[in-house]
């Protein structure tokens, strides 16, 4: 590992997925304990229609995804909110569409367009310096969030209906934590990609359902799970040569298994 | 006379099918209303109309002089168990403390006061010892108090509960019962129950759902009721619970 670290890139790299998992260990934790996977898979495949919009339109392309994916997360949340029985169908229109007008929009724009599958199975080793300072903003911003509202976050993700009742403004809030979730996937595309964010986001969470009693703790230990997993996962990648995203779900993947089968 | 609870000509349909017809119902304050009927019946319909969380197709609602949602904070509600993700990790305390958000004791909300709110409710419904527990790791009982506390910890005017002695003990039933008579020198309540036994002898009145309501201003249950609300015949036998279910005969 002390060897990589001589690499500027591997830097880098190291310095975003510490950033990348303290978010996501937090609205991973949500996603898991609101049971919404299928919406956060909606919102990552959905993105792809950002990506695309973005090199068509010549926009940086994290800010054109992260736009594009808010605009979704919005959608989502009002429609979840409002078609409770209807949402699986609902989104699942949603994850096929946003990805159609990526293919479309893709293939309609000229010249060069980068790597288009580091999109799809993310690449670490491209992050570069202002990502990072924008990474370290969005975690500031969401952690502030998450503190202000976090009694009021847990309210309407346990029981909707007493949150209503007792006067929480359920649905503004329901649609602020979807943006939020939506930003961590927008970051976590950079690191594991499109197909794999569902998997990042909610195996570290799972595992320490396990061993925390809180919320709050859930979320602690699931950044930690996350920045290990990570760690490791680029360890192996840059010893052995293999992508570094998939090998950080499958080191994610063996401890989901390895401590289901502990406990 | 101001009512607690108006409910004038309400239907209340879930797509084609009717659940709630011509509903007239008015709580007095003070009251101590039992709802019994069938599953499927509009029990908890009913509880969440009054609510504002279900809108109705027709008629008017008013809870406390005014529209549900306005008002509806000055409820305490228990939603019915089977709705919960059990696997939440959430401490019995946090739970309790869930009553004391929102629009709850606005005027002079502060932390000395909601920490004194929900160790009152958790003394009263004896889980005090328990609050670092989560609940997970508490019995159907147990959990069933949390959530009653988290209710009471609301200072409500009006209680609404959907089936607080489902998987309670005995003993909570019979402890939950007093509580409420208790609570009903200040508080209105309305509970949704399926043990006739316990409850009938600490109801003011009934009303029986099953599309239609039927209100009775005596609170003892009789076969000719029960016949009304369930679709099947109802014996009226008290199971050896040490209770009077019925009044005293002269």
Redesign the interface.
């Known amino acids: 590992m002390w060897e990589a670290l001589q690499f500027d890139f591997m830097r880098q790299a190291v310095v975003a997925s510490v950033l990348v998992s303290i978010l996501c260990g937090i609205m991973g934790s949500y996603v898991v304990?609101n049971?919404i996977s299928f919406i956060s898979g909606g919102i990552a495949h959905a993105a792809y229609g950002g990506v695309g919009a973005s090199i068509f339109f010549g926009i940086p392309i994290m800010l054109g995804t992260g736009l594009f994916a808010l605009a979704v997360g919005v959608l989502i949340a009002i429609l979840s909110f409002r078609h409770k029985e209807r949402v699986d169908t609902i989104i699942g229109v949603i994850w096929a569409l946003g990805m159609a007008v990526g293919v479309i929009l893709l293939d309609k724009s000229p010249g060069f367009k980068g790597d288009i599958l580091s999109y799809l199975f993310g690449n670490i080793l491209l992050v570069n310096k202002t990502d990072t300072y924008a990474l370290l903003a969005i975690d500031v911003v969401a952690i502030i969030l998450i503190s202000v509202f976090y009694?009021?976050f847990?309210?309407i993700?346990?029981?909707r209906?007493?949150?209503?009742?007792?006067?929480?403004p359920t649905l503004r809030l329901y649609i602020l934590l979807i943006c939020l979730i939506s930003i961590s996937i927008v970051t976590i595309i950079k690191i594991v990609g499109i197909l794999l964010v569902v998997a990042l986001l909610t195996i570290p969470p799972l595992i320490a359902?396990k061993f925390?009693?809180?919320?709050g703790?859930?979320m602690v230990l699931s950044s930690f799970f996350i920045m290990f997993f990570s760690i490791l996962g680029l360890q192996i990648s840059y010893k052995f040569n293999l992508p570094a995203g998939a090998c950080i779900i499958i080191v994610a993947s063996l401890s989901f298994l390895i401590t289901r089968f502990l406990k | 006379m101001e009512y607690a609870i108006e409910m004038k000509g309400v239907c209340f349909s879930y797509g084609d099918s009717p659940v709630l017809e011509d509903v007239d119902l008015f709580v007095k304050k003070g009251e101590f209303l039992a709802i019994l009927g069938p599953n499927g019946g509009g029990k908890t319909t009913l509880l969440?109309l009054i609510?504002g969380?279900l809108v109705p197709q027709k008629g008017e609602i008013r809870l406390l002089g005014k529209t549900p949602i306005s008002t509806?904070?000055r409820?305490g509600?228990l939603?019915q168990e089977r709705?919960?993700?059990l696997?939440?990790?959430?401490?019995v305390e946090?739970?309790a403390?869930?009553?004391r958000?929102?629009?709850?004791g606005r005027d002079g909300k502060s932390k000395a006061k909601d920490d004194e709110a929900v160790q009152e409710v958790l003394e009263l419904v004896g889980l005090w010892d328990k609050r670092?527990?989560?609940i997970?790791?508490l019995s159907g009982g147990q959990r069933q108090r949390a959530f009653i506390a988290?209710a009471l910890a609301?200072s409500p005017e009006i209680l609404l509960l959907d089936e607080p002695t489902s998987n309670v003990d005995p003993e909570f039933q019979t402890d939950l019962y007093q509580i409420l008579v208790e609570l009903n020198k200040r508080i209105t309540i309305v509970v949704i129950t399926h043990d006739i036994g316990v409850i009938s002898s600490h109801v003011k009145s009934v009303a029986c759902v099953n599309r239609h309501l039927t209100f009775h201003e005596e609170g003892q249950i009789t076969e000719a009721m029960l016949s009304k609300a369930y679709p099947c015949p109802v014996d009226l036998v008290a199971h050896g619970i040490p209770h009077r279910v019925f009044h005293r005969h002269p």
């Open positions: 304990v049971r009694k009021e847990m309210a993700s346990f029981d209906e007493f949150a209503m009742v007792i006067g929480i359902e925390v009693k809180s919320l703790k859930m | 969440k609510l969380l509806r904070h409820v509600y939603p709705d919960f993700n696997s939440f990790p959430i401490t946090e739970l403390r869930m009553g958000l929102g629009k709850v670092d527990w989560p997970s790791n988290r609301t």
